[in-house]
């Protein structure tokens, strides 16, 4: 079974740039996981950020990006906004089995 | 565009069972897999199982394992998730995800299936 780990907390300034990464105990991330990350806020539905590693929505501010890294699958935000206070998810994708990490808990502050 | 619209609320005795459908719009119904996550209050998110809209093969995660059912109709572009014997521990909002190669994340809205005595 695999485990998807995620820090469980991260705090980042207005207007500063943070990344949270999702990494897997079967070993490096890779785009043949399919990486998404989502985010939440309270009271509503997950909204997906970023699909297949790094591919945005239309509905997906600029300032999110997603890519690979140090064997991790990795959310960038640059210039945070109060608006992305929120928990983030990330989500690999094992031939089929989805697999969640616990989530980050963004604070902007 | 894709939509994926959920049906409503349910409350439940302990011991029953809920069904709970996701219409889908938008797209190729059955080119896609349906997917279904819940998330219990406070919690995080948590995979069920997902199926094959075009062939109906299922797979379902172990800790629901012959406690959910998956099927779909392809006739009204429909999916459904049916679990059974609920305990107080299921209440949670449960949502259909579409899945499978180019996928791209689309989510139904919810359903909160409420499990009281």
């Known amino acids: ?109 | 565009q894709v939509q994926l619209v959920q049906s409503g609320a349910e409350m439940k005795k302990p011991g029953a069972s809920v069904k709970v459908s996701c219409k889908a719009s938008g797209y190729t119904f059955t080119a896609f897999y349906m997917h279904w996550v819940r998330q219990a209050p406070g919690q995080g998110l948590e995979w069920m199982g997902r199926i094959n809209l075009n062939n109906g093969a299922t797979n379902y995660a172990q800790e629901f394992q012959g406690r959910v059912t998956m099927t779909r109709d392809t006739s009204i572009s429909t999916a459904f998730m049916e679990l059974s014997s609920l305990t107080f521990d299921d209440t949670a909002v449960y949502y259909c995800a579409r899945g499978g190669a180019g996928a791209k994340g689309y989510w139904g809205q919810g359903t909160l299936v409420t499990v009281s005595s």
């Open chain 1, 1 to 109: 079974q695999a485990v998807v780990t995620q820090e469980p907390s991260v705090t980042v300034s207005p207007g500063g740039t943070v990344t949270l990464t999702c990494g897997s105990n079967t070993g490096a991330v890779t785009s043949g996981l399919w990486p998404y990350w989502f985010q939440q806020k309270p009271g509503q539905a997950p909204r997906t950020l970023i699909y297949d590693t790094s591919d945005k929505h239309s509905w997906t501010p600029a300032r999110f990006s997603g890519s690979l890294l140090g064997g991790k699958a990795a959310l960038t935000l640059s210039g945070a906004q109060p608006e992305d206070e929120a928990e983030y998810y990330c989500l690999l994708s094992y031939s089929g089995i989805w697999v969640f990490g616990g989530g980050t808990k963004l604070t902007v502050l």
